[in-house]
Every structure is written in structure tokens, then in C-alpha cells.
């Protein structure tokens, strides 16, 4: 197996888009991990690739027949070979967890949990997309180490998978127009939920939201401006592609709106970091953006 169809294997660049989900957590629940957080970045990604050399494993049959070209159905990559990948990596993902303590890997392990059933049992049933949603949803409660302080943020990026998956199964045979509009709302609704929590409409401190607003006015806060632009640029970012689907819901929109839902959880997760108050991390997280295009280009992120 050469180093090029590992990459395709995995999705090489799209895992740039889940390092942010721990920060996110991590950044709601105030650090909990202190240093060790660093290694909860690495935990995500090595999950994620996982998930995917276990999606081909488990798609190889179909993919035979309906994406012949990639790893699996090409002989590049052999059926055991994919699948001792996927092993290792899960290993590699929850000893990372473990760094950052006992919580995260309790966490960490929940999440290996759903990526497996996932890609074995739910993916081709009514609750694929839903499950799918949850491995998001635990990534960031990895990062804030299962504490309640992150459930708004997990949430947000929950929904947001929620939407990209649906979408992505139309991939091969064309997608839907409700499910194009599914996922227009859900766009909508996540980017003004993620700039409201910014603007302090809800009050993580437990204090009056308008005493809030009033010190804002006095003395203003970085998050109070760059949450709500980071959100306004993740709707930018995703909602043409997922209109295109709702006007014409074929296999080479909906393919288009998936690659460019993976990228739009960047500036999700800038947002809701920048609405914790991290804006360094999150005007930091956007880096990654040029490089997950330019990944895209070599390597497919579906």
C-alpha cells in the first residue's frame, strides 16, 4: 500500500476539520484539560481517519459497483489492509484521549463506539445520518471532557453533520429537494444560534443578559464582534451550495454541498470558539481552510 492510497483511503485533508471540535469543547468548559488538551486534537483526527478506512471496508462491495476507482474495488488497497487501519488508528485515537485524562477517554470511547456502529450497522438505515451526527456531537465533548458547559457547541456541530450527511447521500443517485431545504434551515438556524450565543443572548456566567449587553456597550468585547462574523462567514460559506441542491438536487450538487460542509465546520468552530472568548484560536483554526482546499483538490474529502 503506497503512501498515496493511504491518503485517499483516510481522506488525508479532511480530517484538518475535526481538530477544532475539542477546542470548541475545551474552550466551554474552561480548559479542563490544561496542557493535555493538545492531545485531544490528535485523539479527533486519528478517529476520524479511522471512520473512514472503515467506511471503504465496509462499502467495498457496493463501492465495486458504484465508485470502482477508489482504494478497495481498485486493488490498491487489500480489505484486511484497510481494516487493520482502521484498528490502529482507533487504538492511536483513544491513547491520545488518555493523555488528556480519564474523562476524555471515557468520552473518547463513547465516540469510537458510534464511529464503528456507524460504518458497520447504521450507515445504510434511517438513523445513519443521526449517528453520524453523535460522533460530532461526543467529539466535542471529548475536548470539554464530558462536562455539560459544552453541550451548546456539541449540539451546534451536531446539527450541522446532521445536515451534511443527509445531503451526502445523495452523492451517487441525486439528493432531494426537501432534503436540500433540511439543510438550508439548519444552516440558517446553527449560524444565528452560534452568533447569539456570541452577542451574549445566552449568558454562560449565569448573570442578567441585559446587564450583560449594557458592560458590551461600555467596553466592547472581542467575541461580541468576531462570533457573529464567524458565523456570518460559515453561512457564506455553505448555504450557495445547499440552495443549488434545493433547485436541482442531482449526484454532482449534492457531492459539491458535502465538500463543502466538511470545510464549513472550520468556521463553525471558529465561531462558537470565538464566542467562548478564544478569538486567537479561532482567527487561528481559519488557517487550516486554505490548506483543507487545497487537500480537496488531490484528495477527495468524501
Not at 102 to 112: D, E, H, N, Q
Not at 139 to 148: I, K, N, P, Q
Not at 174 to 197: E, H, K, N, P
Given at each position: 500500500?503506497?503512501?498515496?492510497?493511504?491518503?485517499?483511503?483516510?481522506?488525508?485533508?479532511?480530517?484538518?476539520?475535526?481538530?477544532?471540535?475539542?477546542?470548541?469543547?475545551?474552550?466551554?468548559?474552561?480548559?479542563?484539560?490544561?496542557?493535555?488538551?493538545?492531545?485531544?486534537?490528535?485523539?479527533?483526527?486519528?478517529?476520524?481517519?479511522?471512520?473512514?478506512?472503515?467506511?471503504?471496508?465496509?462499502?467495498?462491495?457496493?463501492?465495486?459497483?458504484?465508485?470502482?476507482?477508489?482504494?478497495?474495488?481498485?486493488?490498491?488497497?487489500?480489505?484486511?489492509?484497510?481494516?487493520?487501519?482502521?484498528?490502529?488508528?482507533?487504538?492511536?485515537?483513544?491513547?491520545?484521549?488518555?493523555?488528556?485524562?480519564?474523562?476524555?477517554?471515557?468520552?473518547?470511547?463513547?465516540?469510537?463506539?458510534?464511529?464503528?456502529?456507524?460504518?458497520?450497522?447504521?450507515?445504510?438505515?434511517?438513523?445513519?445520518?443521526?449517528?453520524?451526527?453523535?460522533?460530532?456531537?461526543?467529539?466535542?465533548?471529548?475536548?470539554?471532557?464530558?462536562?455539560?458547559?459544552?453541550?451548546?457547541?456539541?449540539?451546534?456541530?451536531?446539527?450541522?453533520?446532521?445536515?451534511?450527511?443527509?445531503?451526502?447521500?445523495?452523492?451517487?443517485?441525486?439528493?432531494?429537494?426537501?432534503?436540500?431545504?433540511?439543510?438550508?434551515?439548519?444552516?440558517?438556524?446553527?449560524?444565528?444560534?452560534?452568533?447569539?450565543?456570541?452577542?451574549?443572548?445566552?449568558?454562560?456566567?449565569?448573570?442578567?443578559?441585559?446587564?450583560?449587553?449594557?458592560?458590551?456597550?461600555?467596553?466592547?468585547?472581542?467575541?461580541?464582534?468576531?462570533?457573529?462574523?464567524?458565523?456570518?462567514?460559515?453561512?457564506?460559506?455553505?448555504?450557495?451550495?445547499?440552495?443549488?441542491?434545493?433547485?436541482?438536487?442531482?449526484?454532482?450538487?449534492a457531492r459539491r454541498a458535502t465538500g463543502v460542509g466538511i470545510r464549513g465546520m472550520v468556521p463553525l468552530q471558529a465561531a462558537l470558539l470565538a464566542g467562548q472568548g478564544?478569538?486567537?484560536?479561532?482567527?487561528?483554526?481559519?488557517?487550516?481552510?486554505?490548506?483543507?482546499?487545497?487537500?480537496?483538490?488531490?484528495?477527495?474529502?468524501?
Amino acid at each position: 500500500m503506497r503512501w498515496r492510497d493511504l491518503a485517499e483511503l483516510v481522506r488525508l485533508p479532511a480530517a484538518l476539520t475535526v481538530p477544532g471540535d475539542t477546542l470548541v469543547g475545551a474552550a466551554a468548559a474552561g480548559w479542563p484539560s490544561g496542557r493535555r488538551t493538545a492531545a485531544l486534537p490528535l485523539a479527533s483526527a486519528a478517529l476520524y481517519w479511522a471512520g473512514m478506512a472503515l467506511n471503504d471496508w465496509s462499502d467495498r462491495d457496493l463501492d465495486a459497483v458504484e465508485r470502482p476507482d477508489r482504494p478497495i474495488p481498485s486493488g490498491r488497497v487489500r480489505p484486511d489492509e484497510a481494516l487493520a487501519v482502521a484498528a490502529g488508528l482507533t487504538g492511536a485515537g483513544l491513547a491520545c484521549a488518555a493523555v488528556a485524562g480519564r474523562r476524555p477517554l471515557a468520552v473518547a470511547s463513547l465516540l469510537a463506539a458510534a464511529v464503528w456502529t456507524y460504518d458497520l450497522v447504521a450507515k445504510p438505515t434511517p438513523a445513519g445520518p443521526v449517528v453520524m451526527a453523535s460522533t460530532r456531537f461526543l467529539d466535542v465533548l471529548m475536548g470539554a471532557g464530558g462536562r455539560r458547559a459544552a453541550l451548546g457547541p456539541a449540539t451546534a456541530l451536531g446539527a450541522h453533520t446532521l445536515a451534511v450527511t443527509a445531503v451526502s447521500r445523495g452523492e451517487v443517485h441525486g439528493s432531494t429537494t426537501c432534503t436540500g431545504r433540511a439543510a438550508v434551515a439548519t444552516t440558517l438556524g446553527t449560524g444565528i444560534a452560534a452568533a447569539l450565543a456570541a452577542l451574549g443572548a445566552v449568558d454562560r456566567d449565569g448573570a442578567a443578559g441585559r446587564r450583560r449587553h449594557e458592560l458590551s456597550r461600555r467596553r466592547p468585547r472581542r467575541e461580541v464582534v468576531a462570533g457573529p462574523a464567524l458565523a456570518a462567514t460559515y453561512v457564506a460559506a455553505v448555504l450557495p451550495a445547499q440552495l443549488d441542491v434545493v433547485r436541482k438536487p442531482d449526484a454532482q450538487n449534492a457531492r459539491r454541498a458535502t465538500g463543502v460542509g466538511i470545510r464549513g465546520m472550520v468556521p463553525l468552530q471558529a465561531a462558537l470558539l470565538a464566542g467562548q472568548g478564544a478569538v486567537g484560536a479561532a482567527l487561528g483554526l481559519l488557517a487550516v481552510l486554505p490548506l483543507a482546499r487545497a487537500g480537496a483538490k488531490v484528495v477527495s474529502p468524501t
